[in-house]
């Protein structure tokens, strides 16, 4: 199965970088494409808006489940219709000698897992 990975590494401390990735309210500050609402915390169902391209005005939206909250190390949600097609978006933070490695991975599952990895490839190159 194909998975989505990329990482940066950003000159701030991990709890910066923490405070910036779990304010889902600010998203739409930083992310041309994507709007959350809701909490970070193990269990919460967030609402998670999406639009395909900035230049449209038009969301979809949905819920998705938080599967791991580790302040400031790991958050990690799941979306999708189970077996039918499910992707777990999930964001590692490693400290290092000049502030953080940030890593992004899109894990995809089911049997339209071809489509979830096109639409989320698609989606990181029009940022």
Same mark, same amino acid.
């Given at each position: 199965?194909?998975?989505? !990975?990329?990482?940066?590494?950003?000159?701030?401390?991990?709890?910066?970088?923490? $405070?910036?990735?779990? $304010?889902?309210?600010? @998203?739409?500050?930083? =992310?041309?494409?994507? *709007?959350?609402?809701?909490?970070?915390?193990?269990?919460?169902? &967030?609402? @998670?808006?999406?639009?395909?391209? $900035?230049?449209?005005? =038009? @969301? #979809? *939206?949905?819920?998705?489940? #938080?599967?791991?909250? +580790? +302040?400031? !190390? !790991?958050? $990690?949600?799941? &979306?999708?219709?189970?077996?039918? #097609?499910?992707?777990?978006?999930?964001? !590692?933070?490693?400290?290092?000698?000049?502030?953080? #490695?940030?890593? =992004? +991975?899109?894990?995809?599952?089911?049997?339209?897992?071809?489509?979830?990895?096109?639409?989320?490839? =698609?989606?990181?190159?029009?940022?």
């Amino acid at each position: 199965m194909t998975e989505l !990975k990329t990482s940066i590494r950003l000159k701030a401390p991990p709890l910066q970088v923490w $405070a910036v990735l779990t $304010a889902f309210s600010d @998203y739409t500050r930083w =992310h041309a494409l994507l *709007n959350l609402d809701g909490t970070a915390a193990v269990g919460s169902e &967030i609402v @998670y808006s999406l639009r395909r391209t $900035a230049e449209r005005s =038009h @969301y #979809i *939206n949905t819920e998705v489940l #938080i599967i791991e909250c +580790e +302040e400031p !190390k !790991k958050l $990690a949600w799941r &979306i999708g219709l189970p077996k039918l #097609i499910v992707m777990e978006e999930s964001f !590692k933070l490693e400290a290092d000698d000049s502030g953080t #490695i940030l890593q =992004h +991975e899109i894990k995809p599952s089911g049997v339209l897992s071809w489509l979830a990895v096109r639409l989320a490839g =698609h989606r990181l190159w029009k940022i």
